[in-house]
């Protein structure tokens, strides 16, 4: 079925409710509204909920009734981004499946404690014994001039610190397959979706049992001159780049990781031996950036299939500005990554 | 009046947690401990008391100074020891050490090191609870200083708007660290901060365990009728410096030594049990000769244990299912 990646997001966490009665949604705005970017949209209506968000506000002087919290699938939190993932911990830890959403990622530094000391750390720290099968989802990036701070990339913080799944999906299947298999592990799952791939239109296969497994890449573009590496918004980016790269006769392959953790260097290998160049590209600061970590990675195991180092690509190193011009000056630009490539096979 | 058992237990539990901290300081003096463990020593009434009337399904979160909950929260003491010593019989395999040490199938979801760290987790348990429609509490242990931390504020409001079955228990002992409470605190009696919230407070002895009892009965109570949380304040000493090493420059030997002479939690109770015929002064001797020979033997357990293998430090990062 094609559908976009926002609903594709949202028809997963249906369907994992029906499922499963552990499994539950809060955060800001996410009950009425349906999440700021419609994630959650209807999804307390399916899931046979009533009340506010029922109601024709603002007529009804209703009394909201505390109780309904117990069975309530779909339910907004406070502005309390650390006390609401810290509670998501807590819930996780007796039993429930979590849906935690945060309206952009870049409001988990409000609740970094919760995530680094707390979830991370509660597991390994505690002995193993603990299952803490916890999402928390939400968007982040830049494309709707929302400026420095709330446009950041956040994957690179997190995929720092052990202890934490990471999915950033570039597609709506890969959303979908990819949400299903976060809600389904006993792990803490941090889903990283993209706030301008939201209306991205996608074919999602009709299949309630459709999962795409953590660790592994996407061949997204096959390819024999070069290799690139990017995500989320930069998947769409690496194609265009590669279309135009193929106008003049390079062949690029175009790589999506899906999941920086855990990461699948392997399928990045094999396209490197085949290769023999690699350019990364990413939304994030390049300085210490998670293409860092990969061109590391990849250069210790396939020195000898590099005809030149590997090239990376992320935003400069101030914050983003507001102004467009000036965001399109600090993150990399498709036409930056057709010189990658070229620069890589010495064009 | 606490019926005779639960009163035994409790006077047990404060003794196995006197000596277990007595213990833990003996060890730090002779170098066998790593780094520092913030020791419980004049608070043991409120976690004996408070978990008398738990079970392993209601929950708590703790402090950094948290072996006291843990021991009263079902823990064995050489298990407990063995964590503080990094030993692989420890409760967390020797990874978490005195300030992460946690027994999820007691219901124990951990000692905490970041303060205030706890409180939002404990608000989870109670909504998970709740959503399982279960007839169980969450217990959220923390200190006087993490009442300024932003995580409380938040906790507070959240079990207050979703009336989660949460105690929220503040272990006022008047200082965070060197920093003295009415230096940091813009109130006197932190239960104060329950109206903010919309939620019940009160202020208690923390060395008197009827007291303690009686206010926490009061707020589980009101927990389990669905009426929500309730902040309860326990205003108490910790005989011993913040950190084992502590040379405690911001009070003085008096002070201290007012709590020890007048409001032993263990004495006074003690007193209290033989007043009200509950025991007699042979069956208290008997209870704590029990738990020092109790420990000693942990103590054995602990010296002994194995170091965890570094071969294995990898395991357990991620459940693997």
């Known amino acids: 079925m094609k559908t976009t990646y926002a609903k594709a997001i949202r028809d997963v966490m249906a369907s994992e409710m029906k499922r499963d009665d552990s499994v539950f949604v809060m955060g800001e705005d996410v009950e009425v509204l349906g999440g700021i970017f419609g994630c959650t949209r209807d999804l307390n209506k399916e899931l046979g909920g009533d009340g506010y968000y029922a109601l024709d506000i603002p007529n009804k002087d209703r009394e909201v009734q505390h109780d309904e919290i117990a069975d309530a699938r779909c339910f907004n939190t406070p502005i309390s981004e650390a006390g609401f993932i810290g509670a998501g911990l807590g819930a996780a830890c007796v039993g429930m499946r979590p849906i935690v959403e945060l309206m952009y990622w870049d409001f988990a530094l409000v609740g970094m404690d919760q995530i680094v000391n707390q979830i991370a750390k509660t597991r390994y720290i505690f002995g193993g014994k603990a299952r803490i099968p916890l999402v928390i989802r939400g968007q982040e990036g830049i494309g709707r001039g929302n400026a420095a701070t709330h446009s950041q990339s956040m994957e690179s913080y997190l995929m720092h610190c052990p202890g934490l799944k990471i999915a950033c999906p570039s597609t709506a299947a890969d959303a979908a397959g990819l949400l299903r298999t976060a809600i389904r592990d006993d792990n803490p799952v941090l889903f990283i979706e993209h706030k301008a791939l939201y209306k991205e239109k996608g074919e999602v296969p009709d299949d309630p049992e459709f999962m795409i497994p953590f660790g592994k890449a996407d061949i997204k573009r096959e390819g024999k001159d070069v290799t690139i590496v990017a995500n989320l918004l930069y998947v769409g980016r690496a194609l265009q780049a590669a279309e135009q790269l193929a106008a003049e006769g390079i062949s690029a392959e175009v790589i999506d990781p899906r999941t920086l953790c855990p990461f699948d260097y392997d399928t990045l290998v094999e396209s490197v031996k085949k290769t023999g160049r690699m350019v990364i590209v990413h939304e994030d600061h390049k300085v210490a950036g998670w293409s860092a970590q990969v061109a590391s990675e990849v250069t210790s195991r396939a020195f000898k299939y590099l005809d030149a180092p590997i090239e990376r690509l992320g935003a400069k190193q101030c914050p983003l500005a507001f102004n467009l011009g000036l965001e399109n000056a600090i993150v990399p630009q498709i036409d930056e990554i057709v010189a990658a490539c070229k620069k890589v096979l010495y064009k | ?321």
Not at chain 2, 137 to 157: I, K, P, R
Request: hydrophobic content about 35%; overall charge negative; some cysteine.
């Open chain 2, 1 to 321: 009046m606490i019926e005779r058992e639960r009163a035994l237990w409790i006077y047990n539990k404060m003794n196995e947690i006197r000596n277990f901290e007595e213990a833990a300081y003996k060890l730090f003096e002779e170098n066998k401990l790593r780094g520092s463990v913030h020791l419980y020593t004049g608070e043991e009434a409120i976690a004996s008391t408070v978990c008398s009337t738990l079970t392993e399904k209601d929950y708590i979160t703790s402090t950094h100074r948290g072996h006291g909950h843990c021991i009263a929260k079902g823990a064995e003491l050489d298990k407990a020891l063995a964590e503080l010593m990094g030993k692989a019989t420890g409760y967390c395999k020797g990874r978490g050490g005195s300030m992460h040490i946690a027994d999820l199938s007691q219901g124990n979801l951990g000692a905490n090191a970041i303060v205030g760290g706890g409180i939002p987790i404990a608000v989870g348990a109670g909504l998970g609870i709740k959503k399982q429609h279960r007839q169980n509490v969450s217990v959220s242990f923390f200190g006087d200083s993490a009442s300024n931390e932003g995580t409380f504020h938040e906790s507070l409001n959240l079990a207050a708007i979703w009336r989660l079955p949460v105690i929220f228990i503040c272990e006022n002992n008047g200082f965070g660290i060197s920093v003295p409470t009415w230096q940091s605190t813009s109130v006197k009696n932190i239960s104060d901060r329950a109206a903010g919230y919309g939620i019940p407070g009160f202020t208690g002895d923390g060395n008197d365990v009827e007291e303690i009892d009686r206010l926490f009965l009061q707020a589980k109570e009101r927990a389990l009728r669905g009426e929500g949380p309730t902040l309860l304040e326990f205003k108490t000493c910790r005989w011993r410096g913040h950190w084992t090493g502590d040379p405690e420059p911001y009070r003085t030997k008096e002070e201290v030594n007012f709590w020890k002479e007048n409001k032993d939690p263990i004495k006074n109770y003690g007193k209290v049990m033989i007043e009200q015929g509950l025991a007699t002064q042979e069956e208290l001797d008997e209870i704590a000769a029990k738990a020092k020979a109790k420990m000693d033997a942990a103590v054995e357990f602990a010296v002994n244990s194995p170091e965890p293998d570094p071969a294995h430090v990898l395991d357990d990062v991620f459940y693997e299912g």
